[in-house]
């Protein structure tokens, strides 16, 4: 099993910045796929970014491409997603998942975590 712990939500203004973190700890593997999830209210939950624990085969759905990039810290065994150009459109509960097999549909994912707010002010 693998736990997740995601940080680093918060208020930002439209065109600001934010970085969020996933901790993850237990049986990580090169072969896990990390990705982003978001949700916001009344909507359901889509793929934001994603990569193998390895680094390799990221992907970004078209409405972050160009503003967010997802990278990893394998010392401190994180997935990072620095977003940038933020737009009140951004704003949901962001989730950090792991899976078998790079995928952008969220039933493809075993494992979650709690998810932070994030808001973009106009």
């Known amino acids: 099993q693998v736990q997740l712990v995601e940080s680093g939500g918060g208020l930002v203004q439209a065109g600001g910045s934010l970085t969020l973190s996933c901790a993850a700890s237990?049986?990580?593997?090169?072969?896990?796929?990390m990705g982003w999830f978001r949700q916001a209210p009344g909507k359901e939950r889509e793929f934001v970014a994603g990569?193998?624990?390895?680094?390799?085969?990221?992907s970004y759905a078209d409405s972050v491409k160009g503003r967010f990039t997802i990278s990893r810290d394998s010392a401190k065994y994180t997935v990072n997603l620095q977003m940038n150009s933020l737009k009140p459109e951004d704003t949901a509960v962001y989730y950090c998942?792991?899976?078998?097999?790079?995928?952008?549909?969220?039933?493809?994912?075993?494992?979650w975590g709690q998810g932070t707010q994030v808001t973009v002010s106009p």
């Open positions: 237990g049986r990580t593997s090169s072969n896990n796929y």
């Open positions: 990569m193998y624990w390895s680094g390799a085969s990221t």
């Open positions: 998942a792991a899976g078998p097999v790079r995928a952008t549909i969220f039933s493809r994912y075993t494992n």
